[in-house]
């Protein structure tokens, strides 16, 4: 299997399986000198750990992870650098229980990569969907820390804004309560009505889509470029790459086209320090496929977990039409760990863009690029 690597500077490849030994990552361009460490990574992790919650798979899993390369001792700061070498990262699966994936060996589950896996390869690890398993996205996490690194100044957060059918009231968007729900929600009110919700879908052996947006504050104007290396397109494809993803939109998005111009476009003014500000943010921090300095935004749609209790109707890879239903244990909603998989994936994209914008114009940022005015 080819087209396990994306990026071009900070160039990111993932491997392993959800029931292999391990599964972790090689970050290749990170630049040297860089302050890291096991636990600076951890921290991130431990964010998207499965068994958090009744609301998440009970599978326990520590997520470990170790730095098996691309780091050195620094005299001067008495803690790990980078180096400039690749730097390879490992999460072992400690928890597996593939005996829970016997009835479907050779059944597709409905809506899952299954059936299209065995078409392209021929050959399908039928435990827990080998690398068509969310449990992928850990590597990703992983690299996400080594990229928040060369990307000082900047903030990436994530927020569930919608569960199935309930969004968020955004009047009540409140940062801080991220952390004090399982649903990484922003409005403790949804969070409040979305426990009821999804216990209910839970119990009944089902599952539920959601909708997520990632924000990087502090980015710096110029990132991208205006035709084939566009920034909001590798945020996206970025983006669309996680698992369960079915949409991805930047700024006002779909929404955009419900405006005129007058309402679309995002006026400008001179700030008292003599640079611009934007008295709107409808393009999510990108114009012309480059940042403008204002927030980056962009929201993401996560279906509903394919694997349930529910009988399904599918068939086999004998050529049998086939009824089946899931064991094992599954997220009955997919999307709550997915909010630090889509902020690792943004970070990714940027640290990758800023290094490119370095390489092509030698300049770092926005400080370097005085308002020309007469």
């Known amino acids: 299997m080819s087209h ?80 400039g070498t690749p730097i390879s990262l490992m999460i072992r699966n400690v928890d597996q229980r593939s005996k829970d994936y016997g009835d479907i060996r050779d059944r597709y589950r409905p809506g899952h ?93 089902s599952s539920i889509g959601a909708v997520l ?42 929404a955009s086209a419900t405006l005129s111009g007058e309402d679309n476009a995002d006026e400008m003014r001179l700030g008292a320090n003599g640079q611009p500000v934007f008295l709107s943010n409808h393009a999510g921090g990108i114009l012309g496929g480059i940042s403008t300095g204002e927030p980056i935004v962009a929201r993401f749609a996560i279906k509903p977990t394919s694997s349930i209790l529910t009988h399904r109707r599918s068939i086999s890879a004998t050529g049998e039409e086939v009824d089946l239903r899931t064991k094992g244990r599954h997220d009955p909603c997919v999307g709550i760990r997915a909010v630090p998989v889509g902020e690792a994936m943004l970070a990714c994209v940027l640290a990758d863009h800023l290094l490119r914008h370095r390489a092509q114009t030698g300049r770092p940022g926005p400080a370097d690029y005085p308002l020309h005015r007469a």
């Open 4 to 83: 396990n690597s994306f990026g071009h500077l900070f160039r990111v490849t993932t491997w392993g399986e959800s029931h292999g030994p391990a599964l972790g990552c090689v970050v290749d361009g990170c630049p040297p000198g860089l302050l890291i460490s096991a636990e600076t990574i951890q921290q991130w992790l431990d964010r998207r750990r499965p068994g958090g919650s009744r609301f998440v798979t009970q599978r326990q899993e520590p997520d470990a992870v170790e730095i098996l390369s691309g780091v050195f001792e620094d005299d001067r700061t008495n803690g790990l650098v980078t180096t």
């Open 213 to 254: 947006e990632v924000v990087a504050e502090g980015v710096p104007a110029g990132l991208g470029a205006p035709v084939y290396a566009k920034l909001d397109q590798d945020i996206c494809s970025a983006l669309m790459s996680i698992n369960a993803v079915k949409g991805v939109e930047i700024g006002d998005g779909f």
């Open 113 to 205: 990569a299954d059936y299209v896996y065995d078409m392209k390869y021929g050959v399908r690890d039928y435990r827990g969907g080998g690398r068509s398993s969310a449990r992928e996205t850990a590597a990703r996490v992983a690299a996400g820390a080594v990229a928040r690194l060369v990307l000082p100044g900047v903030t990436i957060r994530g927020a569930m804004i919608q569960m199935g059918p309930h969004r968020i009231d955004r009047a009540r968007w409140d940062w801080s309560a991220v952390d004090e729900n399982p649903f990484f929600c922003p409005d403790p009110v949804a969070a409040k009505e979305w426990e009821v919700f999804l216990d209910g879908v839970r119990k009944e052996g």
